[in-house]
């Protein structure tokens, strides 16, 4: 073959094809034809193992106990802000646009609002970290980790969607799945959602989330509460206020985060 005519780097073959190589899986070095992805995928640890963090897990919580009445899209939103304002950020070298879960590149949040049963029998028995029988796609977790999980684990007792959901299925049904033979697996649906969603970007970039805010407090001016539909929608639009808000403050903290990186770099 000749040598001219064959390239085995990956090439860009549109201006914003700026994620991975094209038609490349690990065959080369360098994954990408940018050197800035490079550089980032340089950094970041090639493994699907990872390690358990609680934080995310111990703010929901501390939410849901401090709006234990209001209804559940209430609490779902106090969750999410209460996440959102107080879990660690970071900024990491040669990133564009930045944005984390509150946690590193390669650990796992836990979600005690769809179970924790689950997880903590994997800690308790041996099942999460590394083992003879799990050599891969294995989680590292800390003692304190796994004890601030079991505190929590009593509050969520009937009120998370295991709890909702098992209850509801046949012996046989139990017997099929991942808690039987596991003829079909639905812990995903389970425990930890879904998560298949179509977010509408472009309004987001239109508006930003004070514009969407500002579009919801007029939705809630125009309610009218003597209508029980109306009180149902006034306290959807309340959460969605709530997260806006949260979303706006979690936004500052990266502005904020990263105007100190640039000052610190620049004196």
Known sequence: MDEKRFNPEPCAIESFDKEWGVGVSG?????SPFPR?????SKTQRTTNGVVVPERALLVTEAYQKHVGAPQVVKCAEGVSNMLRNVPIAIYPDELVVGNLGCDKKAALVFPEF???????EMENGLLDYSDNRTHDYFKFSKET???LSDI???WRGQCIEDAVV????????KGSHMGKGVFLAPSYIYSGAGHLGINYEKIFKLGFTGIKKQIEEKIAGLDLSLPEDIKKKYFYGAAVIACEAAIEYIMRFYTAGADD??????
């Open 27 to 31: 065959m080369v070095d360098n994954t």
């Open 37 to 41: 992805i490079n550089r980032i995928l």
């Open 115 to 121: 179970g924790l049963n689950w997880i903590l029998d």
């Open 146 to 148: 796994q004890c601030s």
């Open 153 to 155: 684990k009593d509050f």
């Open 167 to 174: 209850p509801m299925l046949t012996d046989e049904e139990i």
């Open 262 to 267: 640039v000052g610190s770099r620049t004196k």
